[in-house]
C-alpha cells in the first residue's frame, strides 16, 4: 500500500475492515504524480445538477492534491467517477446525531455528499483538508505544479526542528517526512 494512503488512513482513523481490495483498485487507479491527502470506504450520494438525479453508492473516496475521485462497484457496474479540483466550486460540512458528518461538494454539474464521521472535530478537519488542497491547487495557477525541491526540503527541516524541541514524535516525523519525500 502507497505510503500516503497509510498516513491518510491513520490520520482520518478510517476503518478499512471488508474494504482492502476496493482500496488497492482505487490505489491501482492514481496517478504516480497525485499525492492522496484523505481516503476512505463510504456511501456517497451523487446528483447531477441539471436533472436533479440523485444516486446512492457505497465505495471509495479519495481526495488528492489534483482531484477527487469516488470509485464503486455495484454488482457488474463498476465506474470512478472524477473530477480536478479546479472544477470544485464550495465545500460545506455539516453533522447530526443519526447520519454523522457529512463533506458536500459542489460543482458545477454535480454535488457530492460524503459520509464521513460522527466526529465533529475529525469532520471539520476533513474540511480544511478539502479546502486546503484546493486553495494549493489554485495557487498554482489549476496545474497542480509539485513543490519545489528547495520548498520541501525546508519544510522537512521545520519538522526535524519541531522534532528536537520535542513537539513530534520520532514516529510522526518520520510519517511526516515520507509524505513530504512522496513529493519530490
Same mark, same amino acid.
Given at each position: 500500500m502507497r505510503k500516503d494512503i497509510e498516513?491518510?488512513?491513520?490520520? !482520518?482513523k478510517v476503518k478499512t475492515f471488508g474494504n482492502k481490495k476496493n482500496i488497492e483498485k482505487v490505489e491501482s487507479i492514481?496517478?504516480?504524480?497525485?499525492?492522496?491527502? #484523505?481516503i476512505s470506504p463510504t456511501n456517497v450520494v451523487i446528483t447531477s445538477v441539471n436533472t436533479s438525479k440523485k444516486k446512492k453508492l457505497p465505495g471509495v473516496f479519495v481526495l488528492t492534491d489534483k482531484r477527487i475521485l469516488f470509485h464503486y462497484k455495484i454488482a457488474f457496474e *463498476?465506474?470512478?467517477?472524477?473530477t480536478e479540483l479546479s472544477k470544485i466550486?464550495?465545500?460545506?460540512? !455539516?453533522s447530526n446525531g443519526i447520519t454523522?458528518?457529512?463533506?458536500?461538494?459542489?460543482?458545477?454539474?454535480?454535488? #457530492?455528499?460524503i459520509l464521513v464521521t460522527y466526529k465533529k472535530d475529525l469532520m471539520n478537519e476533513i474540511k480544511d483538508t478539502f479546502e486546503e488542497a484546493i486553495n494549493n491547487y489554485t495557487q498554482n495557477n489549476g496545474f497542480g505544479n509539485?513543490?519545489?525541491?528547495?520548498?520541501?526540503?525546508?519544510?522537512? *527541516?521545520?519538522?526535524?526542528?519541531?522534532?528536537?524541541?520535542?513537539?513530534?514524535?520520532?514516529?510522526? !516525523?518520520q510519517e511526516k517526512k515520507?509524505?513530504?519525500?512522496a513529493r519530490l
Open positions: 498516513y491518510a488512513l491513520q490520520k !482520518f492514481l496517478r504516480a504524480d497525485e499525492l492522496v491527502l #484523505y *463498476e465506474s470512478t467517477d472524477t466550486d464550495s465545500i460545506n460540512c !455539516f454523522g458528518g457529512q463533506i458536500e461538494i459542489h460543482t458545477r454539474t454535480k454535488t #457530492y455528499n509539485k513543490e519545489s525541491d528547495t520548498d520541501i526540503m525546508q519544510q522537512i *527541516e521545520k519538522l526535524a526542528e519541531l522534532r528536537d524541541k520535542d513537539i513530534l514524535t520520532e514516529e510522526e !516525523f515520507q509524505v513530504l519525500m
